[in-house]
């Protein structure tokens, strides 16, 4: 291969020679003044400062390589050679306002990109061998930087090959289908396809490198810059000017899309958290974890999202309300899948509390579901999830309900006031969480409101996408023994408070230089540990498809640490008969539970696939992957099937409603079948049907 293009070789040399001299900036005085305005800013103000020394620049020397060539295709090892001789210089440059750093590594970036445009046409304009047994390993942590131009054709022929593949692979499925449905259609030979594959892939990659050029220098900066503050902590960001507007849009909920929040890992871009009540939220097929490999419009032919800048894969998937976008995703259990969703605005109603009344056992118990603890600083009659919460308890007292189950499983948290008020409506007044600004002692926060709203037995159920003030309640809830926590292994993990700041009020320049969020508090429990990290750790734990995988806090890059800080001051509730023999009979029923074996199982597989890097160039072993991964996950297909003995009801306050409203009896239709196949809301049931109030309440000084 290396021979049948070495041609090419000298005509890159002399692209080389051409543009060397065409691409040096030249310093703008607002980004000098913006390294110290940062600098000051951020060892000033962030709740946990960096030293800015030699150890400081070397990690910002890898981030920023590897934020713009994660897949090792533009940089040769001579160039990173000659880059590393400011490996621990960046702190000095950062100190001395010098960009010297970054402009050498912006100008040989420029240098590559130019150059990559004869590489891959080139490469494309050839016939893929794909009889050939070859692989292709894509975790590029592992990968070293090509010696030479001969190494990077190599590399870049294997990721070409595997893009054409990938496409060659849909279109043989397509014509296979179309023969099924018409039985004298002509199937397309394997080297027509083939032809048409690499064609495809050639327009991606010429529309992807015109979207690289279209970048401005602004755009590369700003990713510098990061480079720099996501050293403090992955919630620390520099927004340029535009983006500090599509934030402000975004904060105010107006971005229309699909409702989910993606980050980059590696060469793809990842599914981190659904938005309650979005698209992809009310849609139930796009999960987190997913890896979206391609977005495309209608039926229109898909463009490749592999390789490419997070920004710019967002600019395909978002889109304007009633579109349509075709998402190809790699799922977590290896399987591929492509999953059609109707862009839209975040219902608000579909993040409100709601709940159902359930029969189990001639007893009647209720199950309340709290999506977002959701609140409108700017509207006063707007509703809040705390009087919301208030009132649906009310109405399932008065239906005689035994004991309640709280399910705030994907809930990615919101006003930490109305998780305040929420916990104060299980407990006597006291504290809920501690609230820690840099070097100051802990401000506890209490609820201070002396009534106990609900004074039955309560469970909590959460997973690993419960963050935040989803967080803060399971731990106060914890803490003071008043529930019992049930689900994943551990929450989220994210304990840390954020705050956007106008870097334009530090300088008298005339140019706008836009905003940095950064870190400036950090949650702990009442019994001193932080939520950051470690999240909350269940009383009971439920397997699930995440038990094995790095989830949230836990998958970002330098987060901050568990830590703790003195406990404080309060009285364990205290008011259950069998609290532990409750935890103990549950522990017992999963570990003999078969559905919840093969759960586990599950998650065993599925963190073997997702660790599983390795991809076969060679179609029919690409193919019998692809089949050996369809069928392992169709073992697990049982899990789906599963369907318990409970019913489920609308509490009688809303029945009147349903019955005027077509929209919401379908939602709570829907609802009421999902929690019919819900094996977690079963074993929280059975919880809360085991758990016993003392005939009196006492309370114990802590």
């Known amino acids: 291969m290396i021979r049948k293009f070495k041609f090419l070789l000298p005509l890159i040399f002399a692209v080389s020679l051409l543009v060397s001299f065409q691409t040096k900036a030249t310093t703008n005085p607002k980004d000098k003044a913006l390294l110290t305005i940062l600098k000051y800013v951020l060892t000033q103000g962030h709740y946990q400062p960096q030293k800015i020394d030699d150890a400081f620049s070397e990690k910002v020397y890898n981030s920023f390589l590897e934020s713009l060539d994660p897949s090792k295709r533009y940089f040769l090892q001579s160039d990173i050679d000659e880059f590393s001789k400011y490996r621990t210089k960046i702190d000095d440059q950062i100190n001395t306002e010098d960009l010297s750093f970054f402009f050498l590594v912006y100008d040989r970036l420029s240098l590559r990109i130019k150059e990559s445009k004869l590489l ?5 304009g050839e016939t893929f061998d794909f009889t050939k047994d070859e692989t292709y390993d894509v975790d590029y942590k592992k990968t070293p930087y090509p010696k030479n131009r001969a190494e990077k054709l190599l590399i870049w022929h294997k990721q070409l090959k595997f893009s054409t593949l990938s496409r060659l692979s849909d279109k043989i499925i397509t014509e296979e289908d179309k023969k099924k449905e018409t039985k004298n259609y002509t199937v397309k030979s394997f080297n027509e396809l083939e032809k048409e594959a690499r064609e495809s892939t050639l327009t991606n990659m010429n529309e992807s490198l015109q979207r690289i050029q279209e970048l401005t220098y602004s755009d590369w900066f700003s990713t510098y810059i990061n480079s720099i ?14 983006v500090k ?39 139930g097929e796009l999960e987190v974890g997913d890896l979206i490999l391609k977005a495309g419009q209608g039926s229109d032919e898909p463009t490749d999202l592999v390789g490419m800048r997070l920004d710019d894969a967002i600019e395909y998937i978002k889109g304007k309300k009633g579109t349509e976008v075709r998402l190809t995703v790699k799922k ?10 109707i862009r839209d605005v975040v219902e608000l109603d579909e993040t409100f509390v709601k709940s159902t009344i359930v029969k189990k056992d001639n007893r009647t118990f209720g199950v309340i579901n709290l999506p977002k603890f959701y609140i409108d600083f700017d509207e006063k009659n707007f509703r809040n999830s705390a009087t919301d919460m208030a009132k649906e308890i009310e109405r399932l007292k008065k239906e005689n309900v035994e004991g309640l189950v709280l399910d705030l499983r994907n809930n990615g948290g919101g006003s930490l006031q109305t998780a305040i008020e929420i916990s104060g409506l299980f407990i006597n007044k006291g504290p809920i969480v501690q609230v820690k600004y840099r070097d100051r002692n802990a401000d506890v926060k209490r609820d201070v409101d002396a009534r106990i709203q609900w004074n039955k037995p309560l469970v909590v159920l959460v997973n690993e996408l419960s963050a935040s003030a989803s967080e803060i309640f399971a731990a106060a809830m914890q803490d003071y023994g008043r529930a019992v926590i049930i689900g994943g ?36 429990r009442i019994n001193g540990g ?12 439920l397997p699930d498809r995440y038990t094995y995988m790095n989830i949230g806090e836990r998958d970002l890059e330098n987060p901050l640490k568990f830590d703790k800080v003195p406990q404080a001051n309060y009285a364990l509730w205290n008011n259950y008969e069998n609290f532990n023999e409750a935890i103990n009979n549950s522990k017992k029923r999963i570990a003999n539970n078969n559905y919840f074996k093969l759960i586990n199982k599950n998650a065993k597989w599925l963190k073997k696939s997702q660790d599983d890097t390795l991809i076969y160039l060679n179609y029919d072993a690409y193919k019998n992957d692809l089949e050996y991964h369809k069928k392992e996950s169709l073992k697990y297909d049982v899990i789906r099937d599963y369907e318990n003995n409970l019913s489920f009801t609308s509490p009688i306050y809303e029945k009147d409603l349903i019955a005027n409203n077509n929209d919401l009896a379908e939602k709570r239709k829907a609802w009421h079948k999902n929690l019919k196949k819900d094996l977690y809301v079963e074993e929280a049931l059975n919880v809360l049907s085991e758990l016993k109030i003392k005939t009196q309440y006492h309370l114990v000084k802590n």
């Open 332 to 341: 977590i259990d290896g399987t591929t899948k492509v999953i059609s969703i």
């Open 489 to 524: 292994k551990q929450t989220y993990g994210k304990g840390t408070v954020q705050s956007v700041l106008d870097l334009n009020k530090y300088h008298n320049l005339k140019e706008d230089i836009g905003a940095l969020k950064m870190t400036i508090q950090k949650f702990y």
């Open 229 to 242: 503050t996501e050293q403090f902590d992955p919630h620390t960001t520099y927004f340029d000017p535009s």
């Open 245 to 283: 507007k599509r934030f402000d849009i975004s904060m105010a909920g107006k971005l229309e899309g699909i409702g989910a929040r993606l980050q980059k890992k590696n060469d793809y871009t990842k599914v981190s958290e659904l938005i309650s009540g979005g698209p992809a939220w009310k849609q």
């Open 530 to 541: 932080s939520t950051q990290l470690e999240g909350v750790y269940s009383d009971i734990m």
């Open 120 to 124: 891959y046409t080139t490469i494309l």
